[in-house]
């Protein structure tokens, strides 16, 4: 009997320490590995995301980076409460509930100077699908030179259009080949997508109907 | 005749005094057939009078005590025949076997039509979704993909390798957004005959940046994937867009 209650009490010594961190992970608890000057500086930031509800790993994998390449806390601090600002902003345009890889996708293109409004455009056209990779390759595009207008309207077309994480990864590879090749982004952009548009889903739909006997195009 | 307590009988002289058209003298005729079948040992498989008014199934211990759905059909005493109190007979059940027997008929139509919902895996969900895909690129109408898999499907983590030719290194670590810029959890492993580090880390779909750590301090890009340069802290640092292709 005695020795069932020491065996109990051990194996729930055991298990204690496991669960409480696997909590704190959840609760997007700070790393151990954090910098205490650092960890001090930005706790005001993340206990103010906590309680509007946005993922605090975010911010504090923002703060590690920067410690990881040398940078002051001040700098740190500033990155981290730019980031949060960033990531509100992004909750709001893809609302009702952004997953964690849509928030920091949305809060790199916002860095990059895509406008809230095509966020929430593409929340719109995308319907339930996940927007990681379509704001991803938007991010990559504007950073390759191509103007944020066109690339917003392209991309917010090509989610209307029904295309999937797939047709915007072939897309960005295709033009990071063309600027290699020394073609201009925005001229890439347009040529490329004359390839994609007719394998999409809609586009396909659409030929198909209009294939059909009886549903001829008026001439 | 009738006996005190002979809860059979007294259920038949019930059955057959409600019943209309029954000649006066039937209940009498039954119960002195079935007294003589008891006086002679062997109750009477089927005891059929030749006016075929009268007609009493075999007594059974089945009988004697009846379940819910045990019940007579007036047909049996005003001229049902004997096939058909053997057939009703034969198909008497009690109730929860009965109730037994309809699930099972209903899971079966279910199972044989196929409209149970089947409760898929997110492998298996976004399998099925690619397979759609591929179909939709073929020129036929399908729903999207992003109509038929979860968001939280499409967003698991794809195994992706990332690989440095840096021979005179003596470790290689990776920091990137998808581990926290955390080294320590991605150490890259050299392989013996070229010489190079590499390392495969499940990374979500997305756009992400990284660098490598060469000898645990020196910041290095990675020669094969196109770089960004890092507003926040001014650095460089690769890019990478991970997705299912």
């Known amino acids: 009997m005695r020795a069932s209650r020491y065996a109990a009490v051990t194996l729930a010594l055991i298990a204690l320490p496991a669960a409480t961190s696997r909590r704190a992970e959840a609760q997007g608890a700070r790393p151990a590995d954090l910098d205490s000057a650092t960890a001090a500086a930005i706790a005001p930031i993340v206990q103010q995301a906590r309680s509007a509800s946005l993922p605090v790993e975010l911010l504090y994998a923002k703060a590690r980076e920067g410690e990881v390449q040398r940078a002051p806390v001040a700098r740190i601090e500033a990155a981290v409460r730019a980031l949060a600002a960033r ?50 390759v938007l991010t990559q595009l504007v950073v390759r030179g191509v103007p944020v207008e066109k690339a917003s309207v392209q991309v917010v077309d090509l989610l209307q259009r029904g295309a999937v994480p797939k047709h915007f990864i072939a897309l960005d590879e295709r033009v990071r080949e063309d600027v290699l090749a020394g073609k201009r982004p925005d001229e890439s952009l347009d040529l490329r997508l004359k390839g994609i548009i007719p394998n999409l889903p809609q586009q396909a739909t659409a030929e198909a109907l209009s294939a059909t006997p009886g549903n001829k195009r008026p001439r | 005749v009738r006996e005190e307590h002979d809860e059979l009988i007294g259920r038949i002289v019930d059955e057959l005094r409600v019943l209309p058209a029954v000649p006066a003298d039937a209940t009498a005729r039954v119960l002195a057939r079935v007294d003589a079948a008891r006086r002679g040992g062997t109750p009477s498989a089927s005891v059929s009078d030749d006016d075929d008014v009268i007609f009493f199934p075999a007594v059974t211990d089945e009988m004697a005590t009846p379940g819910p759905l045990a019940h007579s059909a007036p047909g049996a005493a005003n001229g049902g025949g004997p096939a058909r109190g053997g057939l009703r007979r034969r198909f008497m059940v009690s109730l929860p076997a009965a109730i037994g027997y309809a699930l099972a008929a209903t899971l079966a139509g279910f199972l044989i039509r196929g409209a ?23 020129g036929v109408a399908v729903r999207p993909v992003a109509a038929v898999v979860s968001r939280e499907a499409q967003e ?23 581990n926290a810029w955390d080294g320590a959890k991605t150490p890259l492993v050299r392989d013996s005959a070229s010489g190079m580090w590499s390392a495969v880390v499940p990374v979500t779909p997305g756009r992400h940046v990284y660098a490598f750590l060469v000898d645990g301090k020196t910041w290095t890009l990675d020669p094969q994937a196109p770089k960004t340069k890092d507003s926040d802290y001014g650095t460089e640092q690769s890019v990478i867009i991970v997705g299912l292709r």
């Open chain 1, 87 to 136: 990531m509100q902003t992004a909750s709001e345009a893809l609302a009702p509930n952004p997953t964690v890889q849509e928030l920091a996708a949305a809060a790199d293109a916002l860095k990059v100077g895509v406008p809230r409004e095509t966020l929430r455009e593409m929340r719109r056209r995308g319907r339930d699908g996940s927007l990681a990779v379509p704001i991803g």
């Open chain 2, 116 to 138: 149970l919902p089947r409760k898929a895996d997110p492998i298996t969900a976004a399998r099925e979704a690619r397979r759609d895909d591929t179909s939709a690129s073929a």
């Open chain 2, 156 to 178: 698991a983590p794809v195994a992706t390798q990332f690989v440095l030719d840096a021979s005179r290194a003596k470790s290689v670590s990776l920091v990137g957004d998808f």
